[in-house]
């Protein structure tokens, strides 16, 4: 599971209502990822965290809000789901000169 | 603006034939560039280019940076089937940021 546990891996919402997925890494990697894959778009960045207590925007980030709890975890919410929102998401891990690892994704629907 | 383009969108071929991809990109402080084959579910890891000019291999696979245009190619030799897939660019610039191209997606028919 390249050391990354993404819940749930599936969701239904309805629009307005409000969600969060959860992220952790057990390869105490200080940056985290996490990105949107909608059909033909590739990967777009959402948000992400360069260490533990810090956050930037991506390119997509309206819409969502991080947390980094701490070194491990990388929440992303979604306060008030909208369809344009429906997507695969993906988070994913670094560290310093290797390559990203990912999680397997959550499948999110908005009705 | 911060962008990273792949080239074709899409590709078909037939098994045995070579395909070349490519990625462009303009970013600000250049740090990595690093290509993922991406099947079903998450994107699996193939090379990571930091040097212009040196070629990495993997079996059928090798790719090449070339820094001062600002691109890099992906090269599959002698295709299988099994290499049918989503192929992604991505270029590391500034402190951690990580971007993405569209994607290429690679069909091999038998």
């Known amino acids: ?111 | 603006e911060d962008k990273v383009v792949q080239s074709p969108l899409s590709l078909v071929v037939h098994e045995g034939d070579t395909v070349t991809l490519n990625c462009s990109y303009e970013v600000t402080n250049f740090r990595s560039l690093l290509w993922y084959k991406q099947e079903k579910k998450a994107p699996t890891f193939l090379f990571m280019l930091t040097s212009s000019g040196i070629e990495k291999k993997s079996g059928r696979l090798s790719s090449i940076l070339d820094k001062k245009e600002l691109f890099s190619i992906l090269n599959i030799t002698a295709t299988q089937t099994g290499d049918s897939a989503v192929y992604l660019c991505a270029v590391r610039w500034g402190a951690q940021k990580l971007v993405f191209g569209q994607g290429t997606r690679l069909t091999i028919n038998p």
Not at chain 1, 20 to 41: E, F, I, K, V
Not at chain 1, 95 to 108: D, I, K, N, P, Y
Request: charged share 20%.
């Open chain 1, 1 to 111: 599971n390249a050391g990354v546990t993404q819940t749930p891996k599936f969701q239904v919402l309805k629009t307005g209502q409000s969600m969060t997925l959860q992220c952790a890494q057990d390869m105490n990697h200080n940056s985290m990822y996490w990105y949107r894959q909608d059909p033909g778009m590739g990967l777009r960045l959402i948000y992400y965290s360069a260490s533990e207590g810090t956050t930037d925007k991506g390119e997509v980030p309206n819409g969502y809000n991080v947390s980094r709890l701490n070194k491990r975890e990388f929440s992303l919410r979604l306060e008030s789901a909208a369809p344009s929102q429906t997507s695969v998401y993906f988070c994913a891990h670094r560290v310093e000169g290797t390559e990203a690892f990912f999680g397997q994704g959550t499948r999110l629907t908005v009705v």
